[in-house]
């Protein structure tokens, strides 16, 4: 984009006192940006340019930078339409110029907009603004005496020439920026958000029952009660309305209103301008006034949830891989069964069955051998059972297998893991690609499995609104929530690196400097002519040029290949520095990458020159002794407590282990293995007080939890991580009384998806343990025919 260097300056300075950094880094980083080059790209290899501004920060510049530019580029359209008409004065030139957002913008421009034939214009051609600058000018005479001496035939009698006046002083004050700027403070710091029931749906809006009679602040509306409203309005349900409080809120409005027009004393004119005053706010500022607030309200949420959304992607995304072992996929069903797929250590798929455990078939028996012979035929040391529908059936039934394992096999572990988006996946043009010849069915136990192993690698092939970790996410802007979505997958990619010959095209995808086009291509170049032995290889592969290697070489591994270096996130432009630093040790590379010790007696300061500067420098020196360190968490999972199933089994008091599935900002969901996620509330996660959740919880966070209460009509559950168990909890909700959904009618559980399916009971006389004897028997069978 084409700007003077005033421009430049101007942007630079308002985003670093954004995110505490010099215009200088900013400047730095723009260039950068401008260039091609990636935010990840950019925070890992060049902090010498930028002075060390992290992948937060350029997020956050380059969505200011945009913003600005925008509003730049609306700045000289402004300014070159009023030039135009021959209306730009020094003052006005210095007002746009030191307009620091767009409505600030918009609001000066108002009176100089062009615009169709208003009222105010008729007025104007029938004579009446000369009516208008007498009453101005002289408050003692009276308005009606005034208006005789200005009929026409155009204008027959004196109501008509004082409406002519007062729409022309309705303009005005409509296109008074100084007043508009004073009201939206006003409004913004006194406003009230009320919601009232649309006469006649009660039923079809019990959803929304908590907003049938609601107000409060507007500046104190939090996202998710927010975003429930506006729904609640979308569906016809509600009303809303956004107001000064009272009538004394709405006096105070009309007085500021009145001020402009220096209305004082009770002279027949002040009085006539008093009465335009309130009518102006009534009919035209109010109006303006409620839609301009309900729209920021709209945005101000939809910016929350999407920055809930993605941190709690971000996240699910950086959850501990179990790692590169056999894993077997189960993804339970009722009537349809349950679909078993086992995975290599490579996520490649070597087994798949369909189990019928459950009613109408009722083949427990069958199952579990199928189950002993897959986890026996291939060393299965990892099941993933998916969280829906019969989970907790599937787990007990999987249990049964592995107390009755002979010990001579390795027991695997068995984890509940989320399934959400995995039919998405299984139903995508990208599954039947990856999996031509499996049904779809099965695909989802593939992708259970392989979520187990390596969350990221498998994550990322599903749509990220699919995942299932925010709120409303169907309610916000869409390209916006992608946006976001895309960058923070970006970010984890990058941070986490990626290994160029076994990643997918999907993973390849988000790497720096590539995208689906080039992904494809490494992966058809690497299916041509076999693993990639170096980095430097990369720019053998169509259409890969020196500019997309520059920004994705960092990023990508081979293990055990030609070069040592290229299994760390060491760049290849800072080679011959590693090298420098290794001959210093006096030892070979192989041997030094991975100890802790082997640099200690080297300083980075030493290596410091030129482009390479000592931030550089101490970024080789950790990977030379950690090499491409994996930023995730070691892997941990909760253990669900026996016999607590279903919604009904749990009790006040009972302390269960389970997942954080969804962070929002009234408090955290929790997965206790009973098909219904509780909701630990903010006031509940600790001793202390909390203001945001994300500073205790985690999305994938194993934890453990008090239960508190259990509202079983509504499918509701409170929890508490106190270590009091929650009896502070139970204490203040006796004093309440019946407790209210902090989500104000808002969809609960999963991120904020629909409920999971009604969990169906497995079948009379089917349950695990039942026949222990004879099925440990026919376990030990199925091993002997091995």
């Avoid at 100089?112 to 214009?121: H, N, Q, S």
């Avoid at 009453?135 to 004082?162: C, F, H, Q, W």
């Avoid at 007085?255 to 002279?267: H, P, T």
């Avoid at 051998?369 to 299965?380: P, Q």
């Amino acid at each position: 984009m084409d700007t003077t260097p005033e421009t430049h300056v101007r942007i630079a300075q308002t985003i670093a006192g954004e995110i505490n950094a010099s215009a200088k880094q900013v400047s730095a980083a723009v260039a950068l940006l401008d260039e091609g080059a990636t935010v990840p790209f950019v925070a890992r290899y060049r902090k010498e340019a930028t002075g060390g501004l992290d992948d937060t920060q350029l997020r956050t510049l380059n969505e200011r930078l945009d913003y600005l530019r925008e509003m730049e580029k609306r700045r000289a359209a402004i300014l070159e339409s009023i030039r135009s008409q021959d209306k730009l004065s020094d003052d006005l030139a210095r007002a746009i110029a030191k307009a620091e957002t767009k409505a600030q913008l918009e609001d000066i421009y108002l009176p100089y907009k062009p615009k169709r034939r208003t009222k105010a214009m008729i007025a104007r051609e029938n004579g009446l603004e000369p009516l208008l600058e007498a009453i101005l000018a002289d408050r003692n005479a009276d308005p009606e005496a005034l208006a005789a001496g200005y009929l026409s035939e155009a204008v027959p009698g004196s109501k008509d020439a004082l409406n002519g006046a007062r729409d022309i002083l309705t303009e005005r004050l409509t296109e008074n920026a100084d007043l508009l700027g004073r009201l939206r403070g006003y409004m913004q710091s006194e406003a009230v958000l009320t919601a009232k029931l649309v006469e006649g749906q009660e039923q079809a809006g019990a959803k929304f029952s908590d907003y049938f009679d609601h107000s409060e602040a507007w500046k104190n509306v939090p996202s998710h009660r927010a975003l429930a409203m506006l729904r609640g309005s979308n569906e016809g349900v509600l009303t809303l309305d956004i107001a000064p409080p009272g009538e004394e809120g709405v006096t105070r409005a009309e007085e500021m209103v009145a001020a402009v027009l220096d209305v004082r004393g009770s002279a027949p004119g002040d009085k006539w301008l008093r009465k335009v005053a309130g009518w102006c706010w009534r009919v035209k500022l109010s109006l303006s006034m409620m839609l301009e607030l309900m729209g920021d309200l709209r945005g101000r949420a939809q910016d929350e949830a999407i920055q809930v959304f993605a941190r709690n992607l971000k996240d699910l995304l950086f959850a501990a891989p179990a790692g590169a072992r056999p894993t077997l996929g189960l993804d339970p069903g009722i009537r349809t069964g349950v679909k078993a797929a086992v995975v290599d250590a490579t996520g490649k798929v070597v087994a798949t069955e369909t189990l019928y455990p459950f009613q109408p078939k009722n083949d427990l028996r069958g199952a579990q051998v199928s189950i002993l012979k897959l986890i026996a035929e291939h060393g299965v040391e990892l099941i993933a059972i998916g969280n829906g529908t019969a989970s907790r059936e599937t787990e007990r039934m999987v249990a049964e297998v592995i107390k009755n394992l002979p010990a001579k096999v390795t027991t695997p572990t068995k984890v509940v893991v989320s399934e959400a988006g995995a039919s998405v996946y299984s139903a995508s043009e990208l599954a039947a690609r990856e999996f031509p010849d499996l049904d779809v069915s099965l695909r989802g136990a593939v992708s259970i499995a392989r979520r187990l192993q390596d969350p990221l690698a498998e994550l990322v092939k599903i749509e990220p609104r699919s995942i299932g970790v925010g709120q409303y996410q169907h309610d916000v802007d869409q390209h916006k929530l992608s946006k976001s979505l895309e960058a923070v997958i970006e970010d984890v990619v990058n941070a986490v690196g990626v290994d160029l010959n076994m990643a997918s095209a999907p993973l390849l995808a988000h790497v720096s400097g590539l995208g689906p086009g080039l992904a494809e291509a490494i992966v058809a170049h690497r299916d041509i002519n076999g693993a990639f032995a170096t980095r430097k290889e990369l720019l053998k592969v169509a259409r890969l040029g020196p500019k997309a290697f520059e920004q994705c070489a960092g990023f990508l591994r081979i293990q055990s290949g030609k070069e040592p270096l290229d299994a760390s996130a060491v760049h290849p432009e800072s080679y011959d520095v590693a090298r420098k630093i290794v001959a210093a040790c006096g030892r070979d590379i192989r041997q030094i990458m991975g100890d802790d010790s082997a640099l200690k007696g080297v300083r980075a300061e030493e290596f410091v020159a030129g482009d390479v500067g000592l931030p550089t420098v101490r970024d080789i020196f950790a990977e030379l002794e950690k090499p491409g360190r994996d930023p995730r968490p070691s892997f941990v999972t909760a253990s669900f407590t026996d016999g607590v199933e279903q919604i009904t089994d749990l009790k006040p008091g009972m302390v269960l282990e389970g997942t954080v599935t969804n962070v929002a900002a009234f408090g955290a969901f929790v997965d206790v293995g009973v098909h219904q996620d509780g909701l630990v509330h903010v006031s509940q996660l600790a001793d202390k007080f909390v203001k945001d959740p994300h500073e205790v919880v985690k999305t994938g966070q194993v934890v453990k939890v008090t239960v508190v209460e259990v509202d079983v009509p509504r499918k509701r559950i409170g929890l508490t991580m106190k270590k009091d168990g929650g009896a502070s909890a139970r204490e203040e909700r006796n004093a309440r009384g019946p407790a209210k959904s902090d989500s104000k009618g808002g969809p609960r559980g999963r991120g904020a998806q629909a409920p999971r399916g009604k969990m169906s009971a497995a079948p009379k006389g089917s349950k695990p343990g039942n026949d222990t004897g004879a099925l440990g028997a026919a376990l030990m069978d199925a091993f002997k025919k091995k």
